[in-house]
């Protein structure tokens, strides 16, 4: 008989630092193996510059250097409460000429606040985006330009608890239009609303900060409104800025994700035109046939199909995500009849 063969184990994958929780197409960030900046926050509050050469996240110790090509210490993670790698994750340039990819601030960036472990110290500050493992919490640490992120890691044994705060989006969505009486009482008073400034109407929408606006009019931009300075400098586009413009003379906002949508009105657009017109119809009231979009841009299109319907098309604004996230669960109902398959894909790459 020839001889058992001798079996190898696969050597695991190396450990690699967690990937941000939403998209956002930045440059790769060097692997954590590499020796690169940092900086150790100890027990104490005080903070010490050196070199990471690498992490043993099993074994809870941190492989650091006091100079580029040093010794290297193993650091126990019960013997700092943070560490913040300096080299930034840098957004992608798009094309030539434009600015850089910026953070999603208005959707992602808030406030974090970790009580301490050892000494019940509450530390307070801001993120965008967070990641919490076994090992401990991983923070995506903001610039002060939104260009860039700084990566932090505080070891499960140094906080006791963390909380985190709302989002930009999320104090603006707690305004937003969630059910039918609200949405029959904005149409009434439509005509009457009072214009708001444009930047009030972004941040109703949750498309920008406070701090976002107050840095885009300190730009030297010359005479360029606010709202194309924001464009200018890659905070919003321009399908943005034009629904703010609709949301600023009195078109209603919609929160799909809490709005309950009326079957017998989504059937009045067959789904693949649904799809191609990003619009949802979501309720029907006597002659008028409430319709969701993410842009008025959209409403000749929409008019021109329902040219010879029984009823009035009213167009309200939604999230383009929104809409796109209801139009895919409801077609799982087979709500319509032609049951078209909707992927996630397609969404992604049409406009």
């Known amino acids: 008989m020839p001889p058992f063969p001798v079996l190898f184990d696969e050597p695991p994958d190396p450990w690699r630092w967690p990937p941000l929780p939403y998209d956002w197409r930045h440059e790769a960030p060097p692997d954590i193996d590499v020796v690169q900046p940092c900086r150790v926050e100890t027990a104490s509050g005080t903070a010490v510059d050196g070199f990471i050469a690498g992490i043993d996240v099993p ?22 409460r943070r560490l913040v790698l300096n080299h930034p994750l840098r957004g992608l340039e798009p094309r030539a000429g434009l600015p850089s990819e910026r953070v999603p601030a208005a959707t992602q960036e808030r406030e974090y606040r970790l009580v301490t472990a050892d000494s019940n110290e509450v530390l307070v500050g801001r993120c965008a985006g967070h990641v919490e493992t076994d090992a401990g919490l991983f923070l995506f640490l903001p610039s002060s330009d939104h260009r860039s992120l700084l990566r932090a890691f ?3 044994c140094a906080y006791s608890r963390c909380e985190f705060g709302p989002t930009a989006q999320d104090l603006a969505a707690e305004r937003w239009i969630a059910t039918p009486a609200q949405l ?74 809490r709005f309950p949508i009326e079957h017998a009105a989504a059937r009045k657009l067959p789904l693949r035109l649904a799809i191609a017109h990003r619009a949802l119809p979501i309720m029907l009231e006597r002659d008028r046939l409430v319709v969701a979009v993410d842009r008025p841009a959209r409403l000749a299109a929409l008019q021109a199909l329902y ?16 809409i796109l996230l209801a139009l895919s669960s409801l077609s799982r109902q087979d709500l319509w009849s032609d049951n078209v398959s909707v992927r996630a894909g397609f969404f992604a790459t049409t406009r």
Do not use: C, W
């Not at 110790?61 to 013997?79: I, M, Q, V």
């Not at 840095?215 to 034009?242: F, N, Y």
């Open 184 to 257: 029959m009482d904005a149409l009434a008073r439509q005509m009457r609303m009072p214009v708001v400034p444009i930047g009030q109407s972004l941040q109703n929408l949750g498309m920008a900060t406070p701090e976002q606006l107050q840095r885009a009019l300190a730009e030297p931009l010359g005479d360029l409104p606010l709202g194309e300075r924001l464009v200018a400098l890659g905070v919003i586009s321009q399908a943005d800025l034009q629904t703010a413009i609709a949301h600023k003379m009195g078109y209603p906002f919609v929160d799909l994700t």
């Open 154 to 156: 505080v070891p499960r």
């Open 59 to 80: 074994g809870g110790t941190l492989s650091l250097r006091t100079t580029f090509d040093g010794a290297t210490l193993a650091l126990p993670f019960s013997r700092f």
């Open 307 to 322: 040219a010879l319907a029984a009823f009035k098309v009213v167009p309200v604004l939604a999230a383009k995500g929104q």
